[in-house]
């Protein structure tokens, strides 16, 4: 990373030291400063054992994406990295990962022991009252110090010191209290359309580390490829996949920034590279025709044959989520299922009675491949167009409910999930759905949009849903999503950069939906400077 800026405030402090031949040792920086000092000033305070003198850092308030919530300021002159500058992990073995990321971050020495002037010191107190993500930033005595209750907690607090010392050559003195709105913070990206390789995949990691996102939703298949390595069925995995050892080390990854990875096998539409290598199991029309993508959800080789991925899947990615799809069933896209799909309606009668239908079916498909992924110790989470109301069968209510549309048939606002008591994650396609070649009406989002409009309690268009139900309780997150529907209309480059501004205003409001302190213009030239 490059820092020449403080480097040069060491250099020229330096030479004011041989130039006046003054030295002062002193056990605590702060106690002896000036009050009168004008902002920026190096004074020439020399901590024992350590290099000398130290810059100051800045007089303003924190500078990070998001920003803080909470930032006291103090008397005193904050901190800067200097050439001696060290991260202390003052506990032994769990905070070794974030303490070596912090120190290669600002190209610091990384120590054991006892703190010093001019180091970084990272503590874990269970008691503290942070949050289970949270961490409080505190720079006194020529020292930051970064607490939280556990080590994600710990590492959000390094991102803010790393921005603040791209933006702004340090973090002023004071007390920087810090957690999230929302526990679910993330991007999903479509790999099935469009095969994005494993490094584009982790520089989005890294990406999505500095700006405190914790989820990413891999969409491993769809009509146009299945993405990822098979042993129970190698037969339906596309030329262009991801190994397992890729994903592997993109889990790896993920854990070690405190990302969790979230795979989806959408069912029972959206199938058609399953579908080419199983054609007995696809679904037909009265006339015999052939529904693109669907999967005969009366044959009961259908459900074995997604479970099997499921349960290997579930193996693989060790996360508590399980997306199981659900969405645009092309049967019930029909406007009279019951006469298309004869066999699918004989289906529902002899599984659920007289009054069933195929939306009755289609749920009961869905809620065995929600036990299905319950009996991998996963929550399964579900497109809300899979959630169909109005038969004899409801879905199970341990589940969480994607929503990300209100246009679908039969589409049901948010508020009726939310009544239902399901916890509702954020897709909202009117911000959030970033779709490759802009069909079907869509046009690629703006991050100011995001930024001056929506918050995780806008569901559905531009409204939030009623105070009774705004909420980490109720709507515990949202993630910014990427689909491929016209893989060509962009390079891989292209996505990275289009979703850069969108991704920071998701950011942002996900950690904090309040009304942003900064304008537009404000924070796009922010987000230049915490990344310098």
């Not at 889990?251 to 070690?256: C, G």
């Amino acid at each position: 990373m490059r820092h020449a800026h403080w480097r040069i405030f060491a250099l020229v402090a330096a030479a004011l030291v041989i130039a006046t031949g003054a030295l002062v040792t002193v056990a605590q920086r702060g106690n002896d400063t000036p009050a009168g000092d004008a902002p920026g000033t190096i004074r020439q305070h020399v901590a024992q054992d350590s290099p000398s003198p130290l810059p100051d850092g800045p007089d303003g308030p924190p500078e990070t994406i998001p920003s803080v919530r909470s930032f006291d300021s103090a008397s005193g002159p904050g901190w800067a990295p200097a050439e001696g500058t060290r991260v202390v992990a003052d506990e032994d073995g769990p905070l070794d990962d974030e303490a070596d990321r912090l120190a290669a971050d600002l190209d610091a020495e990384r120590a054991d022991g006892g703190a010093r002037d001019g180091d970084v010191v990272l503590s874990l107190d269970e008691d503290a009252d942070t949050g289970r993500e949270g961490y409080r930033l505190v720079t006194e005595d020529s020292r930051v110090r970064i607490t939280g209750s556990t080590e994600a907690g710990v590492f959000y607090g390094t991102r803010t010191l790393v921005q603040n010392v791209n933006a702004a050559g340090g973090t002023p003195q004071g007390t920087v209290t810090d957690r999230p709105d929302r526990p679910q913070r993330g991007l999903m990206i479509d790999i099935a359309r469009k095969p994005f390789s494993a490094d584009w995949i982790e520089d989005r990691l890294h990406e999505m580390a500095d700006l405190k996102l914790n989820q990413l939703q891999l969409h491993l298949s769809d009509d146009q490829g299945f993405r990822i390595e098979s042993e129970s069925h190698p037969e339906v995995v596309s030329e262009d996949h991801l190994t397992k050892r890729e994903i592997r080390d993109i889990i790896d990854l993920a854990e070690s920034l405190h990302i969790e990875v979230i795979p989806e096998i959408d069912s029972p539409g959206h199938l058609g590279a399953v579908l080419a290598a199983h054609p007995d199991l696809q679904l037909r029309r009265q006339d015999g025709s052939v529904a693109e993508g669907a999967i005969n959800i009366a044959d009961p080789d259908a459900g074995r044959l997604i479970d099997e991925l499921l349960r290997e899947y579930a193996d693989l990615f060790p996360g508590r989520y399980l997306h199981l799809g659900g969405d645009e069933y092309t049967a019930l896209l029909s406007s009279d299922p019951e006469a298309t799909y004869p066999g699918l309606a004989e289906a529902a009668r002899e599984r659920f009675g007289r009054d069933a239908g195929v939306r009755d079916l289609a749920t009961g498909w869905l809620n065995d491949r929600a036990e299905a992924a319950r009996k991998q110790d996963k929550t399964p989470q579900v497109w809300n167009d899979g959630m169909h109301s109005g038969g004899v069968v409801r879905p199970d209510e341990d589940r969480q409910v994607a929503y990300w549309t209100g246009r679908e048939a039969g589409a049901r606002p948010p508020v009726e999930y939310l009544d239902e008591g399901f916890r509702l994650i954020n897709f909202n396609s009117e911000y959030l759905y970033y779709v490759l070649g802009q069909p079907n009406e869509f046009t690629y989002p703006t991050g100011e949009r995001i930024y001056d409009e929506w918050t995780p309690d806008v569901l559905r268009g531009t409204t939030p849903v009623p105070d009774r139900f705004a909420g980490a309780d109720h709507v515990p997150g949202g993630r910014f999503a990427v689909w491929c529907d016209l893989a060509d209309a962009q390079t891989q480059d292209e996505v990275a950069a289009g979703i850069r501004l969108p991704l920071r205003a998701v950011a942002q409001k996900l950690w904090d939906p309040a009304e942003p302190s900064l304008t537009w213009a404000e924070f796009t030239q922010l987000a230049d400077r915490v990344e310098a």
